[in-house]
């Protein structure tokens, strides 16, 4: 039998994107301090600064390689899982951005192979057995194709934590998906 296959996402999953995002938002704009809980969707053009652009705040050059890993199990819970399970990372990442992804991916997750690494938006169209994200669009697409999902509770997603398997840290995460890709069986 083949490995099961599990799909993590990358941004606000296995690294801070948005923490980061903000600290230079809020370097850059001193009058306009933007916290975490304010972030209640992915279109933050309601609450950054007027000058502010969707370029300037997702596309600041290195930004995407300078991210902190998620939490200190992280790593260690991701290798255990690739042991057992196909693991794979896919990530909505803007074209520039792709190069920087994948000098994070080989800085932090180094045994993670390219071949494994997915760059793509409707993450509802690869074949995974299991999805790791914080995105809610990922996590509902994905629960309406008969996957299994495990979210990660952040501001974004309150609306919807409700039905979902939340996990907001990693520690125990590669029992969390046996216990969950073995109850299906
Ligand atoms: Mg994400």
Known sequence: MSKKIVAIDMDDTICHLIPKALYYHNAQYPSL????????SFDLSS????ECTEEAFFGRPGLYEELDIFDEYTVE???KMTAKYDVIVITAARPASVPEKWNWMQT??????YENFFVARRK??????????????NV???????KKTILIPRP???????????KNTWQG???LVDQMLEAEE
Do not use: C, K
């Not at 932090?108 to 192979?113: A, S």
């Open 156 to 166: 974004w997603n309150a609306h919807i934590q409700h039905q979902y398997q939340l």
């Open 173 to 175: 995460m590669s029992d």
């Open 124 to 137: 509802y169209l690869v074949g995974f057995d299991l999805l790791i994200d914080d995105g809610p669009h």
């Open 77 to 79: 819970e991701i290798r």
């Open 108 to 113: 932090h997750l180094p045994f993670i192979p």
């Open 33 to 40: 301090q933007l916290m975490m809980e304010q972030v209640t």
């Open 140 to 146: 509902t697409a994905a629960r309406e194709a008969g």
């Open 47 to 50: 609450i950054w600064h007027p």
